[in-house]
């Protein structure tokens, strides 16, 4: 799978911003992304700090760009682009403070065309990420929200990929909500070469149940079948009813997924995280991402438990997210 996103973005340049430059697991993706001449990284932090590292590592660090938001020569420039894109929600004098954050300064090059995209998330949390993108980049037209997914690798190789979404942003999206993510998430599954087949999940399947959660569910997939009349989409769902054929001949034989789905869209992000985790440490998945899904620019958010070989990938879907 990676093989043929590496091959989409090599020597293309596609720069991707890392703020978290000083991290080792940050710096030693970036160092192998530069040196296989798959994106320009630019790491953000202190250029002593991120040196001393990288000779204490043994890294090459020729080519690599490093910025340090105290001295940015233009940063006069960044803060009233900054206002500017804030429209009055902030003072300049609050726009310099926020951009001495590494994230913010991060986000402000990516909007500012400096950079294809952002990887950030190995110290920071999900929300010091994902904030400065809505508040900066903010979401594509027509999309409300932005959602996250991951790409579900089976332990054999010849499995089936599939994507599971929302998993760690909207906590209880209702049925719009709900619907944008499903066609959100069938965009990231063409990216990764999956065939989307979507299914919304649910305690129930095809009215075997009844209560306002089915009902949501329901709703979200007539509208995401006005959204995306051209995919092929199902709810609600169990999932067994989604991913196994001899069960969806039982329980839903007139599913056009025919238990089949490759993408499953979660009600809620309690079922989606428990799902997710239950994939990845009894079925022995490997869980790519949270991919965030739905801005004008890609920002993704790495687990603060990331180890380097996750941040390599992640900066890969990254670069490729900037090409669609």
Known sequence: MFDRLEENIKGKGLRIVFPEGNDPRVLGAAVRLKAENIIEPILIGDEDEIKALAHEKKWELEGISILCPSQYDKMDEMIEAFVDRRKGKN???????????????????????????????????????????????????????????????PPHTNGQKLVFADCAININPDAQSLAEIAVESAKTAKMFGIDPKVALLSF???????????????????IAKELAPDLTIDGELQFDAAFVPTVAKQKVPDSPLNGEATVYVFPEIQSGNIGYKIAQRLGNFEAVGPILQGLNKPVSDLSRGCVEEDVFKVAIITANQALQ
């Open 91 to 153: 003072t300049r004098e609050e726009a310099v403070e926020m951009l001495k954050d590494p994230a913010y300064f991060g986000t402000m090059l990516a909007y500012q065309d400096l950079a294809e995209g952002m990887v950030c998330g190995a110290v920071y949390s999900t929300g010091d990420t994902v904030r400065p993108a809505l508040q900066i980049i903010k979401t594509r037209p027509n999309v409300k929200l932005i959602s996250g997914a991951f790409i579900m690798v």
């Open 204 to 222: 129930s399947s095809h009215g075997s149940a009844s209560s306002p959660e089915v009902d949501k569910v329901n709703e979200a997939t007539k």
